[in-house]
C-alpha cells in the first residue's frame, strides 16, 4: 500500500514575504470554479467554465504536480522564494483541492444538473431510461462500441496493463464459474463522444414524469448518457460465463512535462516527436476513482501504478468533467449561452484594401476579442499579393486549425516574396500541430527555423519589407497574443501595426538573432528577453522610485498574466516601501503579497476571470510626467525572463498611449463586477459595486470600445 507525503517533512504553517507559486496558481482556477457557480452566468456558460477548471487542473497535474512528486522522490530540498519544500506543497496542494472538489460536486450534482434538467438538456444515467432509449444504446453498443473494446486481464499470466494518461478505464472484479476471483481493465474508447445523445421520443414514458414535474424546457428536450454507463449495462456481453461483483471506473493522470535539448533542426523536430509519444508512458501523477470502490481494487490499482496515497483522488461526481466541454458544443441553445458578439473593425474602410498605407500615416491599436482579427489575416493577405512587397517574416507560436495566416505565408511564397517563419515547436500540448504546421510551410518553400537552443521564442512578431518610391519600408505588427484567429475572438489581447522606423529595424535586428547567428543583446526601442527585458524593467521601476522621492506621484499600473519572478518582485516592493503607488492586475499566478506593512502596503493586487480570459500584458511608469507605456508577449516569470526570447515593445503614439492609460486600464483596475483582490493572506476576495455603479470591464469594453 502507498504512504502519504511524509509528516516529518511538513512544517508548521508560516507567513512568507512571498505566496507560493503552485497555491497562487490553485487560487486563481478556484476562481474559473467560481464562475461555474455563479448563477447570474447563462447556465451553459456556467457548464463550459466548470469544465475549463477540471482541464485546468488535469494540465497542473500533468506540469506542476509531478515536477513536485519528482523532486521529492529525488529527495530534492531546495526550495522556492516563499520557503516550501515539495513535501509542504503537495500537502498544501491536496487540503486546498479537496475543497474545490467538494464544491465541483455540488455544483454539478445539487445545482448544475437540476438546471439543465429543468431547461430541457438532461444527462441520464441508463437506469433512469424508457426501454425504447435502453433498446436504442443496447444496439449501438452491440454495433459500434463493443468491436473496438479489448478487455485485458490481470493475474499471473497478464501483465498488469498500460493505462493511458487522461484516460477512463473501468477496473473489474469478477468470479468465474468456479467462484475464482479474477480482475481485469477496460479502457472506454476515445474514438467515440463521451456523450451520447439520445434520439427525441415524445411519447416517452420520462417526458411525461417531467412534464408533471414541471421540468420540461419550453424548446424541447436534449438528452445524453455518458458512454461508461452504456458499456457498463453492457459488461455481460464482454465475459460470457463470468459473474461481475464491481466495476469501478478510475481515471489517470500521467507525468507530461519534458525538456528538449537538441541544436539542430532535424535532431529538434525528432526529439519532439519522441518526447510527445513519451507522454503516454509518464508516471502516474494521479488517480481519480469512485469513492464507492473496494478496498482490494484500490489497493490493486494503487500498487501496480506505482502511487503513494496522497495521489490517490476518491470522487462523488463523474471522472473526466472536462468533457463537459462537448455538452456546450453539442447543445445548439443561444438563450443558455452569453448572447453573441460582434467585434469591430478599426481601420477606415477608406484604408481597408490599403492598410500599407493606414499603417504609415499613424500607428493602429487592435484590441482583441473587442477588436476583430480580420485586419492582421487582411495585412498578411495583402502582403502576400502586393507586388511591391519584398519579404515577410513571422514567430508562430500557436496559430490554430485551418489558419489564413498560414495560408497567407503560403501564398506569399507562390508569389516569389522571401518568407520565413519561426515556428516555436516547444509550445507544450500543441508540438504535433506545430510540426505539421513547420512542414507544411517548408513544403510551400517558406525558409523555417525553430529558434534558438534552450529557448522558447515566444515573442509575437511580423515583420513585411516593401520596396517605395523614397526606399525600403518596414511595417510590423507586435502583439501580446498569438496569431491564431480562434484564440484571438475569445483572449483579451493587443496588437500593433507601426512603420516607426526605430521599432521596423529593432524587430528586422531580432529576426537576425532568431534565424541567423547574430549575437545582438540590445535594441533600440525593444526590450527582448532574456538579455535586457528584466534589467530594462527593473531599471524603470527604479527610476520611479528616485523620481517620487525628488517630486512624488510616483506611480507604476501593471497588467499582466503572472508574476513570480523574485527580482522583478523585491523591485516591486522597494518601490512600494519609498511610496510609489502600485497596482498589478494580475489574472493568474500572483507570488506577490500585497498590503503587507513596511513591505507592499502600496501595491494593490486585482484580477479578473470572465467570458474572455485576460491575456494583454501593459507596463505603465509614470516617469514624472513622462510617461512610459509598454506591451508585449512577456510575463514576470523567471522562465519567461530567462529561458525564452520574449519581446515589450514602446506604444510610441500620444494618441494610443493616451487610449490605454485613461480609457482601457481605469476600466479594468475599476471593475467592481468580474474582479477580485488579492489580501495579505493570499486570498481573493470578490469586490461588489456597494454604493457605487456597476461596473464590469469586458462588458463595458463590448459596449463602448470604439
Not at 461 to 488: D, Q, S
Not at 656 to 678: A, G, S
Request: proline residues 5%.
Amino acid at each position: 500500500m502507498g504512504k502519504d507525503v511524509p509528516a516529518a517533512q511538513i512544517r508548521p504553517e508560516r507567513v512568507s514575504e512571498y505566496i507560493n507559486r503552485e497555491l497562487s496558481w490553485v487560487r486563481f482556477n478556484r476562481r474559473v470554479l467560481d464562475e461555474a457557480m455563479d448563477k447570474s452566468k447563462p447556465l451553459l456558460e456556467r457548464v463550459k467554465f466548470l469544465a475549463i477548471f477540471a482541464n485546468n487542473l488535469d494540465e497542473f497535474f500533468m506540469i506542476r504536480v509531478s515536477g513536485l512528486i519528482r523532486q521529492l522522490r529525488e529527495g530534492v530540498v531546495a526550495s522556492p522564494a516563499d520557503g516550501m519544500t515539495p513535501a509542504e506543497q503537495l500537502a498544501a496542494i491536496r487540503k486546498a483541492l479537496a475543497l474545490d472538489e467538494k464544491r465541483l460536486s455540488d455544483c454539478w450534482d445539487n445545482d448544475l444538473l437540476p438546471e439543465l434538467a429543468k431547461n430541457g438538456v438532461e444527462i441520464l444515467g441508463y437506469n433512469d431510461l424508457s426501454d425504447r432509449h435502453k433498446k436504442f444504446l443496447d444496439n449501438y453498443f452491440k454495433k459500434d462500441i463493443f468491436p473496438t473494446l479489448t478487455p485485458l486481464a490481470f493475474d499471473p499470466g497478464h501483465p498488469f496493463p498500460h493505462i493511458s494518461n487522461l484516460s477512463i478505464s473501468f477496473a473489474l472484479s469478477l468470479r468465474d464459474e468456479k467462484g475464482n476471483e479474477l480482475f481485469a481493465r477496460l479502457k472506454v474508447p476515445e474514438s467515440f463522444p463521451r456523450l451520447i445523445r439520445l434520439p427525441a421520443d415524445s411519447e416517452d414514458k420520462l417526458d411525461n414524469k417531467l412534464d408533471k414535474m414541471g421540468l420540461r424546457g419550453a424548446a424541447g428536450t436534449d438528452r445524453f448518457v455518458w458512454i461508461e454507463d452504456v458499456i457498463k449495462a453492457n459488461l455481460n456481453m464482454l465475459f460470457p460465463g463470468m459473474t461481475i461483483e464491481n466495476a469501478v471506473p478510475f481515471h489517470v493522470t500521467r507525468d507530461a512535462d519534458f525538456e528538449i535539448e537538441a541544436d539542430e533542426a532535424e535532431d529538434l523536430l525528432l526529439s519532439i516527436r519522441e518526447s510527445v509519444e513519451r507522454r503516454r508512458f509518464g508516471f502516474v501523477v494521479r488517480l481519480q476513482i469512485e469513492r464507492k470502490v473496494s478496498k482490494k481494487i484500490k489497493e490493486i490499482l494503487i500498487r501496480n501504478l506505482g502511487l503513494d496515497l496522497f495521489q490517490v483522488y476518491t470522487q462523488k461526481h463523474t471522472l473526466g468533467i472536462s468533457s463537459l466541454m462537448q455538452l456546450y458544443s453539442l447543445v445548439g441553445r443561444p438563450d443558455l449561452k452569453f448572447p453573441p458578439f460582434a467585434p469591430r473593425n478599426p481601420i477606415n474602410s477608406s484604408y481597408s484594401k490599403n492598410l500599407f498605407r493606414a499603417i504609415a500615416d499613424h500607428d493602429i491599436l487592435l484590441y482583441h476579442p473587442y477588436d476583430s482579427f480580420k485586419p492582421i489575416v487582411d495585412f498578411m493577405y495583402q502582403a502576400s499579393r502586393d507586388p511591391d512587397v519584398l519579404a515577410i517574416k513571422q514567430t508562430l507560436y500557436r496559430t490554430g486549425s485551418n489558419s489564413p495566416i498560414i495560408d497567407a505565408l503560403k501564398d506569399a511564397c507562390t508569389r516569389g516574396k522571401q518568407v520565413a517563419a519561426l515556428v516555436e515547436l516547444k509550445a507544450r500540448f500543441d508540438e504535433e500541430k506545430n510540426i505539421s504546421w513547420a512542414r507544411s510551410l517548408e513544403s510551400a518553400g517558406v525558409h523555417v527555423v525553430y529558434g534558438l537552443p534552450g529557448l522558447k521564442t515566444h515573442a509575437k512578431l511580423c515583420l513585411v519589407v516593401r520596396r517605395e518610391k523614397g526606399g525600403i519600408k518596414r511595417y510590423v505588427h507586435l502583439g501580446t497574443g498569438n496569431y491564431n484567429a480562434v484564440t484571438a475572438g475569445i483572449y483579451t489581447d493587443f496588437g500593433l501595426f507601426t512603420a516607426n522606423p526605430e521599432i521596423g529595424a529593432d524587430v528586422s535586428d531580432l529576426f537576425n538573432v532568431l534565424t541567423g547567428y547574430s549575437a545582438l543583446r540590445e535594441y533600440r526601442r525593444l526590450l527582448v528577453a532574456p538579455h535586457s527585458l528584466r534589467r530594462e524593467l527593473i531599471s524603470r521601476i527604479d527610476r520611479e522610485i528616485a523620481v517620487h522621492n525628488e517630486s512624488g506621484g510616483g506611480r507604476i499600473i501593471f497588467k499582466l498574466n503572472a508574476i513570480s519572478d523574485k527580482e522583478s518582485m523585491d523591485a516591486l516592493y522597494r518601490a512600494s516601501q519609498a511610496g510609489v503607488k502600485i497596482d498589478l492586475q494580475v489574472r493568474g499566478i500572483c507570488c506577490l503579497r500585497p498590503g503587507t506593512e513596511g513591505l507592499s502596503e502600496n501595491i494593490r493586487i486585482t484580477s479578473i476571470v470572465g467570458r474572455f480570459l485576460e491575456h494583454t500584458r501593459a507596463f505603465y511608469f509614470r516617469n514624472g510626467g513622462a510617461e512610459e507605456l509598454f506591451l508585449g508577449s512577456a510575463d514576470l516569470m523567471t522562465r519567461n525572463l530567462d529561458r525564452r526570447v520574449e519581446c515589450l515593445f514602446p506604444v510610441e503614439s500620444p494618441a494610443i498611449r493616451r487610449v490605454i492609460i485613461d480609457f482601457i486600464l481605469p476600466v479594468h483596475l475599476d471593475d467592481n463586477v468580474q474582479c477580485c483582490e488579492l489580501d495579505s493572506q493570499g486570498d481573493y476576495i470578490r469586490l461588489k459595486p456597494g454604493d457605487a455603479p456597476p461596473l464590469e470591464s469586458q462588458l463595458w469594453m463590448m459596449e463602448n470600445k470604439g
